[in-house]
């Protein structure tokens, strides 16, 4: 053999040694066939004829001659009767504690005017227990009757002696009545934070009860804490709500937003209540203290490695070996808002036309000083700590793309993947640098079923046709994601993202940006394997593939196989996690 050139038997004899596979002698604990199976590997639709479980890993997938040497007599045969299975969906970027929350709170999507929302809260005043606030979500000011979000003296109506907080389907507004600001020190007096305000009077001081961005989140705070048996059915109810939408990976992006949040993620660790892999993004304000709980539960596991009553509890055994995870969660990254929703997307050029109550030429506002984002990013872009970034406007990623310049001028480029949050308005030259510095934008496609065509209106055609610029991103080779952003989104839907990435159609029949659509079976990677590498668990979850977990998704139809307006119909019948039933479609 000649010095620099290699045999082409020993590449494959070496690929072959390389491969993770199975032993023959293995027996599967389960085998699935009789229906397509998507591999999900690669830029092309893969098919197998068999899939094999054992250990809550895949122990094989091919042929059905070929997986059915993994059989026993114990090997169970699960006959998918024509239905599809695919890797189980991974959650990008949603809020699962939050959402959780909102489980017990009133519901006020789809109010049609502020009395309806008044009758709710009111209706739902009645669960709230002693010491409880009366909390609302999920309305939107642009669509109810009155196309404003309620005054402070309207939720007076609801009650003067408890505090009432409304929070709109963004998540970054909402109202409060008098008691509310009362109790969190909140008065004429109180200064707006940075990147927030509260509504006032003519007079400059009288709080009108309307509330945006940082504002909201410093009264949200406040809250009184969700514990014991409320904090487990708030967590255990929204897990449960993301495996019926065949979620094998949840987020919570943004742990932080109430003052309990890490108690309730630290109750499900201790307690081992997770059917659902757990990924969590720190709010930046809380990062130190989530690290400092996520220290304290590593250090008591291990002090205890190998056995013991604390290591029994914490340390789940996981097929994967990834030690990141303990009893299914995994603090992986930090989450900074940069701007805010649809109508607070801070732009560099004006809006074409502004939402209601702004006037000159109105690009909205930055969140956070430069500094603080520099600052992180010199802390944690050497590590594997992601920064996740929520940007809506151009302004915004200019911002994000400033930080990253300067921490790779200092110390050099690293795999730290960064996550663009929505990144819904991106010129051309800021994808180019996207590309360059690895980082992953993550579309909140389904945000086209109630705001695209407002999108239209305020940002204008131009940038509304570039928003969510998939297509590009699929041309120039960037891995991209879908997320539902749930609750802000109503229910955390993927095939929802599925549908509305590859249509891009709003409810008036409107196509925004045609030349941005993508075709579904790259619309179903960013749900999975790019969604598994948007998180670095890309050797472990996102495609079926023999080592990988065997977390699944058993769909009704195929989603390549039906027409595209139909994908988001498509009935999940099954979710399965490490080898095991999680959800099924009529027994919940």
């Given at each position: 053999m000649r010095c620099g050139l290699v045999s082409p038997f020993l590449v494959l004899f070496l690929s072959l040694l390389a491969a993770p596979r199975a032993a023959r002698s293995e027996s599967a604990e389960a085998i699935y066939s009789g229906g397509p199976i998507l591999t999900m590997r690669g830029t092309s639709p893969?098919?197998?004829?068999?899939?094999?479980?054992?250990?809550?890993?895949?122990?094989?997938?091919?042929?059905?001659?070929?997986?059915?040497?993994?059989?026993?007599?114990?090997?169970?045969r699960i006959d998918l009767a024509g239905h599809c299975l695919l890797p189980g969906f991974i959650d990008t970027h949603g809020h699962m504690v939050y959402f959780g929350k909102n489980l017990v709170d009133a519901d006020l999507f789809g109010s049609k005017d502020i009395p309806e929302v008044v009758a709710r809260m009111t209706a739902h005043a009645e669960n709230v227990p002693a010491g409880g606030w009366i909390v609302?979500?999920?309305?939107?000011?642009?669509?109810?009757?009155?196309?404003?979000?309620?005054?402070?003296?309207?939720?007076?109506?609801?009650?003067?002696?408890?505090?009432?907080?409304?929070v709109d389907s963004s998540g970054h507004a909402g109202a409060g009545n008098s008691k509310l600001f009362e109790v969190t020190g909140i008065d004429g007096e109180s200064p707006d934070p940075a990147g927030g305000l509260f509504a006032r009077g003519p007079d400059g001081k009288t709080l009108l009860g309307p509330m945006e961005e940082t504002a909201l989140n410093a009264v949200r705070s406040k809250r009184p804490p969700f514990t014991g048996s409320l904090a487990a059915a708030a967590i255990t109810g929204a897990a449960k709500?993301?495996?019926?939408?065949?979620?094998?990976?949840?987020?919570?992006?943004?742990?932080?937003?109430?003052?309990?949040?890490?108690?309730?993620?630290?109750?499900?660790?201790?307690?081992?209540?997770?059917?659902?892999?757990?990924?969590?993004?720190?709010?930046?304000?809380?990062?130190?203290?989530?690290?400092?709980?996520?220290?304290?539960?590593?250090?008591?596991?291990?002090?205890?490695?190998?056995?013991?009553?604390?290591?029994?509890?914490?340390?789940?055994?996981?097929?994967?070996?990834?030690?990141?995870?303990?009893?299914?969660?995994?603090?992986?990254?930090?989450?900074?808002?940069?701007?805010?929703?649809?109508?607070?997307?801070?732009?560099?050029?004006?809006?074409?036309?502004?939402?209601?109550?702004?006037?000159?030429?109105?690009?909205?506002?930055?969140?956070?000083?430069?500094?603080?984002?520099?600052?992180?990013?010199?802390?944690?872009?050497?590590?594997?700590?992601?920064?996740?970034m929520h940007m809506n406007g151009d302004a915004a990623a200019d911002q994000a793309l400033k930080a990253i310049e300067k921490a790779v001028a200092k110390h050099g480029?690293?795999?730290?993947?960064?996550?663009?949050?929505?990144?819904?308005?991106?010129?051309?030259?800021?994808?180019?640098?996207?590309?360059?510095?690895?980082?992953?934008?993550?579309?909140?496609?389904?945000?086209?079923?109630?705001g695209g065509d407002a999108v239209v209106r305020m940002w204008g055609e131009d940038r509304a046709a570039q928003s969510m610029a998939t297509r590009t991103m699929l041309e120039d080779g960037i891995p991209f994601t879908f997320s539902h952003d749930a609750p802000v989104?109503?229910?955390?839907?993927?095939?929802?993202?599925?549908?509305?990435?590859?249509?891009?159609?709003?409810?008036?029949?409107?196509?925004?940006?045609?030349?941005?659509?993508?075709?579904?079976?790259?619309?179903?990677?960013?749900?999975?394997?790019?969604?598994?590498?948007?998180?670095?668990?890309?050797?472990?979850?996102g495609t079926l593939e023999p080592g990988k977990l065997a977390d699944l998704?058993?769909?009704?139809?195929?989603?390549?196989?039906?027409?595209?307006?139909?994908?988001g119909d498509i009935a999940v019948l099954e979710t399965i996690k490490e080898g095991k039933t999680i959800w099924r479609r009529g027994e919940d």
């Open positions: 893969e098919y197998a004829e068999a899939l094999a479980v054992k250990d809550g890993r895949i122990l094989a997938v091919g042929r059905n001659a070929d997986v059915a040497r993994h059989a026993d007599a114990t090997t169970r609302g979500f999920g309305y939107q000011a642009k669509l109810m009757t009155e196309k404003r979000t309620p005054s402070r003296e309207e939720l007076d109506q609801i009650s003067t002696d408890i505090p009432v907080m409304i709500r993301w495996a019926s939408y065949g979620q094998t990976t949840a987020m919570e992006a943004g742990l932080g937003l109430g003052s309990d949040d890490i108690g309730i993620v630290l109750q499900a660790i201790e307690e081992n209540t997770l059917p659902i892999d757990l990924y969590v993004a720190a709010k930046d304000s809380t990062v130190d203290d989530a690290l400092a709980a996520a220290y304290r539960v590593g250090e008591a596991v291990k002090a205890t490695d190998g056995g013991g009553d604390v290591a029994t509890r914490l340390l789940a055994a996981r097929p994967d070996l990834d030690r990141r995870y303990v009893n299914r969660v995994r603090l992986g990254g930090v989450k900074f808002w940069l701007d805010g929703s649809l109508d607070t997307a801070w732009m560099n050029e004006p809006y074409t036309i502004n939402p209601p109550g702004k006037s000159g030429e109105y690009r909205a506002y930055r969140q956070i000083p430069d500094e603080v984002l520099e600052a992180a990013f010199d802390r944690f872009w050497p590590t594997d700590f992601q920064i996740h480029m690293h795999d730290h993947r960064p996550v663009f949050v929505h990144a819904s308005y991106l010129r051309d030259d800021q994808i180019a640098k996207l590309k360059k510095y690895g980082a992953v934008p993550s579309f909140l496609t389904s945000g086209l079923l109630p989104s109503p229910e955390p839907w993927i095939l929802t993202l599925v549908s509305c990435g590859v249509n891009r159609k709003t409810p008036s029949g409107r196509v925004i940006g045609p030349d941005q659509r993508i075709p579904p079976y790259a619309a179903l990677r960013a749900v999975t394997a790019m969604a598994a590498y948007e998180i670095k668990e890309e050797k472990t979850k998704v058993i769909l009704e139809n195929n989603p390549l196989a039906v027409p595209s307006e139909t994908i």
